[in-house]
């Protein structure tokens, strides 16, 4: 069995005659997961949901590169490079879609505290341009389609891209602009939705296709199939 889960990417399940419980491993290619014969897939389901934060942990420990002058990202609203310089000190020009990160000559890239710290730095040059970015074209998207909304916040999320409470509110991740623009505005649209739909039943689909040329379920496997550079 093959489960696709958005944040998490491919689950591989297998059934073994002597488990006695389910055992997530994560690999390269997929979390592969034991069962016991029997277990149904809505008791899988409900297995990744519990573990969610932990295989989250674990996805991004096994996925994570190493941040070092030959590391690159290099997508339509962001883009990061590292080179060595002659100071001692590390340097950073950030402009909107783009940032520089100067490095002193010695830099040891292996070092864990060094690794945390340019990931803290990326991630705020990502909310700076996520908020530049994102409540513009939000904004812009429900005058076109006639939503509204009450307030916008951006965070730091990685588990999910976006969200709508019953008030109105939405909640975007930062992590958004390294999405190509046109799965940006799925994004977005899918919260716009959510707006009317608070469930993801036929009125909610039907709503997205009506927005999005018919296309929502193509555009939400494209989604489910992104990979996050950083």
């Not at 690999?27 to 034991?34: E, F, G, L, N, R």
């Not at 940006?184 to 040329?213: A, Q, S």
Request: glycine share 6%; charged share 30%; hydrophobic share 35%.
């Amino acid at each position: 069995m093959i489960i696709e889960d958005t944040q998490l990417g491919r689950f591989i399940v297998k059934t073994h005659p002597r488990a006695r419980r389910l055992i997530f491993r994560t690999k390269s290619d997929a979390i592969h997961v034991s069962i016991p014969p029997g277990t149904s897939e809505r008791e899988i389901r409900g297995a990744i949901e519990k573990l969610r934060y932990k295989l989250q942990l674990s996805r991004e420990k096994h996925d994570t590169p190493l941040i070092d002058p030959d590391y690159r990202i290099d997508t339509e609203y962001f883009k990061l490079s590292l080179t060595r310089g002659d100071r001692k000190k590390f340097l950073s020009h950030s402009e909107l879609g783009e940032m520089r990160i100067i490095c002193p000559p010695d830099a040891d890239f292996q070092d864990e505290e060094l690794q945390k710290w340019l990931r803290k730095v990326i991630v705020e040059a990502l909310r700076r341009n996520a908020q530049i970015i994102l409540p513009p074209r939000l904004y812009r998207l429900a005058g076109k389609y006639g939503f509204s909304y009450e307030k916008l916040k951006i965070n730091t999320s990685r588990s999910r891209w976006g969200s709508c409470s019953a008030q109105g509110n939405i909640n975007l991740s930062s992590y958004l602009v390294l999405l190509p623009g046109h799965l940006i505005d799925y994004v977005l649209l899918h919260e716009l939705c959510h707006t009317r739909e608070m469930n993801h039943g036929p009125g909610f689909w039907k709503l997205m296709d009506e927005v999005t040329d018919n296309k929502a379920q193509l555009l939400r496997k494209e989604l489910r199939q992104f990979r996050l550079p950083f």
